[in-house]
C-alpha cells in the first residue's frame, strides 16, 4: 500500500531535475501521474512503467494556457480524476539588474508565473466544477519557490520576482479556493540540479561532503520529493504555507508578519513619523534557510 494509492497527479518539469523525483516518488507511492516537460517527458513515464507505476506524459510549455488545460484532460481522461498539481518547471536566466534584458526578465516571468497560472487555473476550474456538482475531495497544489523569491538574492531580480510570486499564488490560492477542498502550498527546496551543479566547484565539494556523511547526499534531488508526497496526499492537513527543504531538512516559514506597528486616529506628519520610527529597530531578524553540505 502506497501513501497516495487512488491519487491523480500532475507533475510540470518532470523530464529532468527535481520535477523526475517527484514524479517517480508520487508514482512508487500509488499516484497515477502526468508528467509534464518541454522534453524528456515520455523519459520519465517510461521509467514509472518499468517500476509498475502508471503514467501518462504531455509534452509542451507551461506557459501555454492549452498545455495547462491538456494536463488537467489527460489526468481525467487516463486516471478519471485529478487530485493534486505540482507546478515545478522552470529556469533561471541570471543577469545584474543593470545588465538584464528584456528577454530575460519575460522569460523566467513567463515559465514560472504564468506557468503557474495556467495549469492552476485550469485545475481549479476543474476542481470548483466538481465540488459544485458535490463531489468532494482533497485536492492539492504544491508550487515551488525558492530563497531566492523569500529572502532575495544578487543576480536575479527577475528570478526573484517570480519566485515570490510561485509562493504569494499558493497563499492566495488557499483562501480563495478553501470553500472547495483545495489546499495550496510551496516549498523551497535546495539541490544538486543541473542549474546550481552549473558553479564551478560545487560538484565537487557536495561529493566530498556526501562521503563525509556516510554516503547520505545532502544536494540529491531526491531528498525534496517525500514533502511534495506529503503535501500532495490526502490527509495532509496544511494549506496556505511554504516550507524549506533539503537533504535531511524541512523548515515551516513564517510569512509576512508584522513586528512593530503604531496606530492613531489621524495622519502622521514626516517629522512625527521620524520621532516615532526612528527608535524601531531597522531591521527585523529572520531565519534563512541554512544550505548544508
Ligand atoms: N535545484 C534547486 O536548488 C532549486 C532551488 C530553488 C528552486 N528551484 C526550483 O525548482 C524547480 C525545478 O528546478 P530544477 O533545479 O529541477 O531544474 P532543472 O533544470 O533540472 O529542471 C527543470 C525542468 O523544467 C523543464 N522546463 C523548463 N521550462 C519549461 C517549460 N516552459 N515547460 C515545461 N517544462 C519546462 C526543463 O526541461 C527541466 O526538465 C524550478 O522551478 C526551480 O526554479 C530549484
Not at 481522461?77 to 533561471?92: K, S
Not at 500532495?232 to 506597528?261: K, M, N, R
Not at 503604531?262 to 495622519?267: E, I, Q, S
Request: proline share 3%.
Amino acid at each position: 500500500m502506497g501513501k497516495l494509492d487512488g491519487r491523480v497527479a500532475v507533475v510540470t518539469g518532470a523530464g529532468g531535475g527535481l520535477g523526475r523525483e517527484e514524479a517517480l516518488l508520487l508514482a512508487a507511492e500509488g499516484a497515477q501521474v502526468v508528467v509534464n516537460d518541454i522534453k524528456g517527458a515520455q523519459n520519465t513515464v517510461d521509467d514509472i512503467t518499468a517500476a509498475g507505476g502508471r503514467a501518462v506524459a504531455v509534452e509542451g510549455s507551461v506557459s501555454d494556457l492549452s498545455v495547462g488545460e491538456a494536463m488537467v484532460e489527460a489526468a481525467v481522461q487516463h486516471f478519471g480524476d485529478l487530485h493534486a498539481i505540482v507546478n515545478n518547471a522552470g529556469f533561471i536566466r541570471d543577469a545584474l539588474l543593470v545588465k538584464m534584458t528584456e528577454e530575460q526578465f519575460d522569460s523566467v516571468l513567463e515559465v514560472h508565473l504564468k506557468g503557474t497560472f495556467a495549469l492552476t487555473r485550469a485545475a481549479a476550474t476543474y476542481w470548483v466544477g466538481r465540488a459544485k456538482a458535490g463531489e468532494a475531495a482533497d485536492r492539492s497544489i504544491v508550487n515551488t519557490t525558492s530563497g531566492a523569491g523569500l529572502h532575495g538574492n544578487p543576480g536575479q531580480f527577475n528570478y526573484s520576482a517570480a519566485k515570490a510570486g510561485a509562493a504569494m499564488m499558493a497563499v492566495t490560492a488557499a483562501i480563495e479556493l478553501k470553500k472547495f477542498g483545495v489546499r495550496a502550498n510551496a516549498i523551497a527546496p535546495v539541490a544538486g540540479t543541473g542549474p546550481v551543479l552549473a558553479t564551478p566547484g560545487l560538484g565537487d565539494m557536495i561529493a566530498k561532503a556526501a562521503e563525509a556523511n556516510g554516503g547520505f547526499d545532502s544536494f540529491d534531488p531526491a531528498n525534496i520529493a517525500p514533502l511534495v508526497g506529503y503535501l500532495a496526499g490526502a490527509d495532509c492537513p496544511f494549506t496556505g504555507q511554504v516550507f524549506s527543504v533539503q537533504g535531511g531538512h524541512v523548515g515551516l516559514y513564517q510569512g509576512w508578519s508584522i513586528e512593530h506597528e503604531v496606530d492613531r486616529k489621524g495622519r502622521w506628519t514626516v517629522e512625527e513619523l521620524s520621532a516615532e520610527l526612528d527608535a524601531w529597530p531597522t531591521r527585523i531578524k529572520v531565519n534563512r534557510q541554512k544550505v548544508a553540505l
